[in-house]
């Protein structure tokens, strides 16, 4: 089993929807990325988060430690949206690694 | 504003040219990552820098090196490019054991 897992893996969605995106694990961590990649183009940080919920623009993070769950939402969608979601984990502090783990990403697909 | 950079965002070398990937950042971040991330999978690490102490993953090639002769620069050096190295490559800083800023990448060509 991966110690991270996204869903969906693919997502379409029409313009203007309301959008979730979830990440589960199944390690400790200190802090979870929410990471944005457009198709063939370099990542953009969107959250990190160790508890509670964030908020930027249309997009929303949350997460519950204790259930080792957390959620991207993103209020009226546009085309532009449309880019794979990935969620690393940062492991926790003091241990032997600050190496992130990467889950498999979602790919959505915001359509006009 | 502060940022990660990285140039060029393109590169296209020939098979077996060495090639020279740059980033730098304004962040004045102490820790510095090198990841290779090739189509449709997740970014892997190469290396890191904690300051000056480099620190190499188990599985990076020997073809790949890297230099980071201050705080703000770091360069990725491929001595002999195959064509399996062909990969977007990332750059990313922090603090120590603080959240990772990612550059917008290079995209590298071998032909």
């Known amino acids: 089993k991966n110690e991270v897992e996204q869903s969906p893996q693919n997502l379409t969605a029409q313009e203007g929807e309301f959008i979730t995106i979830n990440c589960s694990y199944s390690?400790?961590?200190?802090?979870l990325h929410w990471l944005q990649q457009h198709p063939g183009g370099g990542i953009v940080s969107l959250f990190m988060?160790?508890?509670g919920k964030k908020k930027h623009g249309r997009l929303i993070a949350t997460i519950n430690i204790q259930e080792k769950h957390s959620s991207l939402h993103i209020t009226a969608s546009h085309p532009r949206d449309s880019a794979v979601y990935i969620c690393?984990?940062?492991?926790?502090?003091?241990?032997?690694?600050?190496?992130?783990?990467f889950g498999t990403g979602t790919l959505l697909a915001v359509q006009p | 504003d502060a940022m990660v950079i990285q140039n060029p965002r393109y590169q296209v070398t020939q098979f077996g040219k060495p090639v020279t990937l740059s980033c730098s950042q304004t962040?004045?971040?102490?820790?510095m990552y090198w990841y290779q991330q090739k189509s449709s999978q997740a970014p892997k690490l190469l290396f890191h820098?904690?300051?000056?102490?480099?620190?190499n993953e188990a599985d990076t090639p020997d073809n790949f090196q890297s230099r980071r002769p201050n705080t703000s620069f770091c360069f990725l050096d491929i001595r002999s490019p195959g064509l399996g190295d062909a990969a977007m490559y990332l750059c990313?800083?922090?603090?120590?054991?603080?959240?990772?800023?990612f550059g917008p990448g290079t995209r590298l060509l071998v032909l």
């Open positions: 962040l004045n971040h102490n820790v």
């Open positions: 988060l160790s508890s």
């Open positions: 390690v400790g961590i200190s802090a």
């Open positions: 990313a800083t922090s603090l120590i054991e603080e959240t990772q800023y």
């Open positions: 820098y904690y300051d000056k102490d480099f620190n």
């Open positions: 690393p984990l940062h492991p926790p502090k003091g241990g032997a690694t600050n190496k992130l783990i």
